[in-house]
């Protein structure tokens, strides 16, 4: 079988022969893959001209409701991933992984929305007095890039790999061009498949490239945005091409490190937490036979406990099952191919130079159901470093499989200088009861690293683990690994849109950013917005309230009902040497003045007040001060029906400004109403 690319709308077969892919755990032939005919200028070029326009014309919202979608119609069709990640060598373990840790990054962006308006733009951070008077005034706004994400993925988890990153561009309204490595592309191609065949991404969203990309990079646009996932050393390379740095183009490196887990000097055997951290090198060394970027390459032992260590490591590791993955009792698969295991060989005879070999072997070991000679096995590998301070191959050679090197340290600064000679990596983890123990490595560690996890028994049974990235969190780190940064929850998702600082008065920002912005002119109506459907509100429509006095008698009450009696509300004879001139009215009674203001009180559209946000006390108020409301529709958030009974709403933020017979702001806050629609269909 001949795997096709999926480029300008068409599936497409490559020319001549191309290269043979083979089950990782017989050596048969999958497939073969070529991309020689493929026009990457027009693959760019149909990316830009009709993915980039139907993405950018669709709101956050919309976007993320299609990644749900999606995620939806691959979740139906996952078993049949499975059947095409077997060929890869992985186990269950290793196929959930990638195939539904994938699609769990599409559901976690589609959820995302939720923190961006339902606007096909953002705004960003907030408003920037420019002058005196508060006529002329800055905010930023984001907006989509214009171009195409160029995805050059790794071949460890050709699923996750592509999900993850393309799950943020298409939030963000970027198409993507995604390169998975050849070696297992096939499995990226299935699901690029039911992608496609879905119908639920517009057309040009998404293209695929089973084969060679090289010269793709020339064709790359100041718009455009590139990633890389693989080796240091590939990535340098990519990260320097003139064109890249020609258009400024940005490139996001997230390169294979040598990450390291440390066992605290409190950990010692006995304990839950050295179990833990056994349990935790023993997965992290066999998941996906050890070929993950965030697999750990140096365990960092006390000195005192190298031997516990050494030995109970040994023991799980000789539990491990290694062979075909479809017999039962199997726990560790092949590597993905033949290279793999060349490479990796060629690596653990470098580390040997300089270390002992403490457990395992590159060719005495047993498999079940399976032959050294036709799949892609290798044993796992651990080495024992007694000096990791002048030995240092561990510090700069990765072997991209099944190998760790246990490494003593004396003290945690030890423990902390070593975990930073790998020159940066994507993770790091510590496993320690002693919380000040946890806080001193975090501290002198982080610098250096991208997540540190620290473990206990406190959080272990929910804990994701040393090796999962996490769609909230930024996956990256700096120096070796890459100094990119991927995922992140909305972090990632800025990196496809453009920051643009806009300036004007606050009116036209207004106008421009569908947000009220303080000091615009106001929009006056004689119908309170109580009584309005969520349709019929505008930005900027202002309600002038009535007014009252604050009396004696109402801060009295006040504290009588919410039993707040500090001080300066009820013991006047206390205010020497504070800010305070008298008696000062509650800023909750004040809020709650406002709100008895401003409030429509016969029923109506709207449904209930939803939350507040961002609520100031800004001047005192004291006995005798007449406040005022302006009540004004500041933003508008299109809602979701959950099913066909819902009730169709949306959420409209009110700025309240409580002023006083000054004119000036004593209070201000933002409140949130559910109000429902005129139009109950959607």
């Not at 183009?249 to 055997?269: I, K, R």
């Not at 023991?315 to 062979?323: E, M, N, S």
């Not at 017999?327 to 300089?354: F, I, N």
């Not at 930005?539 to 801060?555: F, L, R």
Request: charge should be negative.
């Amino acid at each position: 079988m001949k795997l096709q690319n999926y480029a300008q709308g068409k599936w497409v077969n490559g020319e001549g022969d191309g290269q043979q892919l083979v089950n990782a755990v017989n050596g048969d032939l999958v497939a073969e893959a070529t991309s020689k005919g493929l026009d990457f200028g027009d693959m760019m070029k149909y990316a830009r001209e009709v993915g980039s326009p139907a993405l950018r014309k669709l709101t956050f919202h919309e976007r993320g409701r299609m990644l749900k979608a999606l995620a939806f119609h691959l979740m139906e069709k996952k078993e049949e991933f499975y059947k095409v990640s077997a060929y890869t060598g992985a186990t269950r373990v290793d196929s959930w992984i990638d195939i539904e840790g994938g699609i769990g990054n599409l559901f976690s962006n589609a959820s995302l929305r939720k923190q961006f308006p339902n606007e096909t733009f953002a705004l960003d951070g907030e408003i920037a007095p420019l002058s005196k008077n508060g006529t002329f005034i800055g905010h930023h706004i984001l907006t989509s890039k214009q171009g195409v994400a160029i995805h050059i993925n790794a071949f460890n988890f050709p699923v996750w790999g592509m999900l993850e990153k393309i799950a943020v561009n298409l939030l963000a309204g970027v198409p993507a061009i995604v390169k998975p490595a050849t070696v297992t592309s096939y499995l990226t191609e299935a699901v690029v498949r039911e992608i496609v065949a879905s119908g639920i991404l517009p057309e040009g969203s998404l293209q695929l490239i089973c084969g060679s990309a090289r010269g793709i990079l020339d064709y790359v646009e100041s718009s455009d945005v590139v990633t890389f996932t693989g080796s240091a050393s590939t990535g340098k390379m990519l990260k320097s091409h003139p064109r890249l740095v020609e258009e400024s183009v940005p490139f996001n490196m997230e390169a294979d490190s040598l990450n390291c887990s440390v066992l605290g000097e409190d950990a010692v055997p006995g304990t839950p937490e050295f179990d833990l951290f056994i349990k935790e090198v023993q997965k992290e060394m066999t998941v996906k036979a050890g070929q993950k970027c965030t697999a750990i390459r140096r365990v960092l032992v006390p000195e005192k406990l190298v031997e516990d260590v050494q030995i109970a490591l040994g023991q799980r590791l000789a539990k491990t099952v290694i062979g075909d993955p479809s017999q039962e009792g199997v726990r560790m698969g092949p590597l993905a191919g033949k290279e793999q295991v060349a490479e990796v060989t060629a690596q653990v005879a470098k580390l040997a130079e300089s270390q002992e070999i403490v457990y395992g072997s590159l060719t005495d070991f047993n498999l079940i159901g399976a032959d050294k000679n036709k799949g892609s096995f290798l044993s796992p590998i651990l080495f024992l470093n007694n000096d990791p301070f002048n030995k240092t191959d561990c510090h700069d050679i990765e072997a991209f499989g099944p190998v760790s090197t246990i490494l003593p340290y004396k003290t945690i600064e030890e423990a902390i200088e070593l975990a930073k000679m790998g020159k940066g990596s994507l993770v790091c983890s510590i496993v320690t009861a002693d919380d000040q123990i946890a806080k001193e490595f975090v501290f002198g560690a982080a610098a250096m690293h991208g997540r540190i996890l620290v473990l206990n028994a406190d959080c272990a049974k929910e804990s994701t683990g040393h090796g999962s990235p996490m769609p909230q969190l930024t996956h990256g780190g700096p120096g070796r690994a890459g100094g990119g940064e991927e995922m992140g929850g909305m972090r990632g998702v800025k990196h496809y849109l453009q920051r643009t600082a806009i300036q004007g008065s606050p009116t036209t920002l207004t106008a421009i950013t569908n947000q009220y912005q303080s000091g615009g002119k106001f929009k006056h109506d004689k119908v309170h917005p109580f009584r309005k459907h969520f349709e019929e509100l505008e930005i900027g429509e202002t309600w002038i309230t009535a007014k009252h006095t604050v009396t004696e008698t109402d801060i009295v009450n006040f504290a009588n009902v919410s039993g707040d009696n500090f001080y300066a509300h009820m013991d006047v004879t206390s205010l020497e040497g504070t800010i305070f001139e008298e008696r000062v009215a509650h800023g909750y009674f004040i809020l709650s003045k406002a709100a008895g203001l401003f409030v429509e009180p016969a029923k109506g559209p709207v449904l209930l007040n939803y939350g507040l946000e961002d609520a100031r006390f800004v001047k005192p108020v004291y006995v005798g001060t007449t406040i005022g409301v302006k009540f004004t529709v500041k933003e508008k958030v299109d809602g979701e029906k959950r099913d066909e009974e819902d009730i169709a709403k949306g959420i409209v933020k009110f700025l309240v400004d409580v002023y006083d017979q000054t004119g000036e702001t004593v209070a201000i806050a933002t409140i949130l109403t559910m109000v429902k629609k005129i139009d109950q269909s959607n």
